[in-house]
């Protein structure tokens, strides 16, 4: 008998309306419809999991070998932005394991696409919709994503110290933030900032406040993940001389 999954049909009743420039082999279906797949992302009163079930199909085509989906984004950057806009949209939504591929997804995206300003991009729209949360907890699936971006891009770190200095600053208001899912993104990102850029690229108020709160979030820290990255962010920052005069 086949699943539900199997069932799930990813081409919608407007897809007779799509041109076929837009219908590709599938990864795991036979046929996919990009205009059908962005259709249903879009709307959000669709399930989520129709949803989990288009952004597994577009990672899995965006991380295959000579990819079709790929050439087809290629070759018109306005699709590629509506798309990549699209699924931006669905990194916070109550379903965690949406959000989750969505950020998959993206990543697939910025990787396949890093020789162009699309990932500059990405990130700009990132700390712009983090910085406009009201609390830092509700910015915390963006500052994952970030962490993301920053560790698989390197030059983004370097953009980012260059580019974003009301954003670092920011991100010393979520190393004082109770949560520790929080402060454990945030420390990732500082992690990978202080490992990838040139010595002198933090500023040296943001380094003396950031040692400050160092020790204070080791001795209090009750997660794993915040104890480990607080550790790789020591690390980073003993490897250079300006930023180890300050622990």
């Known amino acids: 008998m086949a699943t539900q999954q199997t069932q799930f049909p990813l081409l919608t009743q407007r897809h007779v309306h799509h041109s076929s420039v837009w219908t590709l082999r599938g990864y795991s279906v036979p046929t996919l419809c990009l205009a059908c797949a962005t259709e249903r992302l879009e709307d959000r009163a669709d399930l989520s999991l129709h949803h989990r079930r288009v952004l597994g199909e577009l990672q899995g085509l965006l991380t295959a070998k000579d990819s079709s989906l790929v050439r087809m984004l290629s070759s ?93 600053e920011y991100l010393l ?13 945030v420390v990732y990102m500082l992690a990978q900032l202080s490992m990838k850029t ?17 020790s204070s979030n080791l001795a209090s820290a009750k997660s794993h993940t915040l104890t480990l990255n607080l550790l790789g962010l020591v690390k980073g920052m003993l490897k250079s001389s300006v930023y180890a005069q300050c622990l």
């Open 76 to 168: 018109d950057r306005r699709v590629l932005d509506h798309l990549s806009t699209t699924v931006f949209g669905l990194l916070v939504t109550q379903d965690g394991t949406t959000a989750q591929l969505a950020m998959e997804v993206l990543s697939a995206i910025s990787g396949q696409f890093s020789a162009t300003d699309l990932p500059r991009k990405l990130m700009q729209k990132t700390i712009q919709t983090v910085m406009a949360t009201q609390r830092c907890s509700d910015g915390l699936p963006y500052l994952t994503f970030l962490g993301r971006m920053l560790y698989s891009l390197p030059p983004l770190c370097t953009e980012m110290t260059n580019s974003f200095g009301g954003f670092l």
């Open 173 to 185: 208001r979520g190393l004082a933030y109770p949560d520790e899912d929080v402060k454990s993104a």
């Open 198 to 214: 040139p010595q002198d690229s933090l500023p040296a108020s943001l380094v003396q406040a950031v040692c400050g709160l160092i």
